[in-house]
């Protein structure tokens, strides 16, 4: 599976963005989704994830409430809507998808990752 995400750029805080990751190669049907972020001196960390099926979601607790993931398996395309920015939300973004139902926290679970495609929240 090859993952493309876009969507990113600049915008101010408390403005939105919605990120996109397009999948090519395989169906993303039988895959559970993720998205993560890695901000500059820091760990990549787990965003949201949404099971193959699109019936169960996770999110951190700090963007709980402000960010939304979805996805189309009809067009092999996962979304990460994202509300209310805040600055600390600047990193880079990343689609990923593991061979599996559910979704997990750990980056290390995820078999495909796509670019990243860089948010910038300014203040």
């Known amino acids: 599976v090859q993952l493309q995400a876009f969507g990113g750029g600049l915008v101010q805080a408390g403005g939105f963005l919605r990120l996109s990751c397009a999948a090519s190669?395989?169906?993303?049907?039988?895959?559970?989704m993720g998205w993560f972020r890695q901000a500059p001196g820091k760990e990549r960390e787990f965003v949201a994830g949404?099971?193959?099926?699109?019936?169960?979601?996770s999110y951190s607790d700090s963007v709980k409430g402000r960010f939304t993931i979805s996805r189309d398996n009809a067009k092999n395309m996962v979304y990460l809507q994202m509300n209310s920015l805040k600055s600390e939300d600047t990193a880079v973004y990343y689609c990923?998808?593991?061979?599996?139902?559910?979704?997990?926290?750990?980056?290390?679970?995820?078999?495909?990752w796509g670019q990243g495609t860089l948010v910038t929240v300014s203040s």
């Open positions: 949404i099971t193959w099926s699109g019936q169960s979601t």
């Open positions: 990923a998808a593991r061979s599996a139902v559910n979704v997990v926290v750990n980056s290390r679970a995820y078999n495909y």
């Open positions: 190669g395989r169906t993303l049907k039988t895959y559970a």
